[in-house]
């Protein structure tokens, strides 16, 4: 059932897209709130409605033991200093781990522990796999100028919980400075 080569035939790297698979998109104008520059954010939409990214899902079983996975494909651009990012979430069900394994592309992975705050940023690139850990909220960017892709596989149940996130944002925000991606702690900025 689960066969990189079978999951990637069905893939198309320049749209995103994976066929016969649910599809979300996920527009400028859905991330409202989730960067931190503001006046930058509103700059950008009046200018346009992109599509920032798009998730492929497949969800083969729904066992206890089962596993699902989506296939994400995060637009190049920035918003300001901030490079195109996903909303992020923690898993509805707290302890389901994650694991990210990048396909194309350069991008990087904002990894906040729940309990501690700890904030870790790691990169996400074709070959190079991501363990995210259980109640850890996790945002992927795309730091390069061609789409990123990447494959996650988490448990059927871990369900996603985007209300804490939307909430009070992650603790810290990912910027380029001289061309690369630093990680600042949001009350700094
Ligand atoms: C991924 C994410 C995907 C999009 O499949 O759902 O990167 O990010 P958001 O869901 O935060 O918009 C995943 O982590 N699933 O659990
Ligand atoms: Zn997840």
Known sequence: MFNLDQILSRYNPVTGELAGAKSTERYLADLRGCFANATAYEEALAAG?????????????????????????????KIGDEYHLTKGHLHAWRPAAEFYFGLSGEGVMLLEDEATGESRLVPLRPHHAVYVPGRTAHRTMNTGTAPLTYLGVYPARAGHDYGAIAQRNFRCVVVERAGQPVMLARNQL
């Open 49 to 77: 409605n992109p599509l920032l990214y798009r998730v492929g899902s497949v969800e083969p079983a729904a066992d206890e033991g089962d596993l699902h996975y989506g296939v994400g494909c995060i637009m190049p651009g």
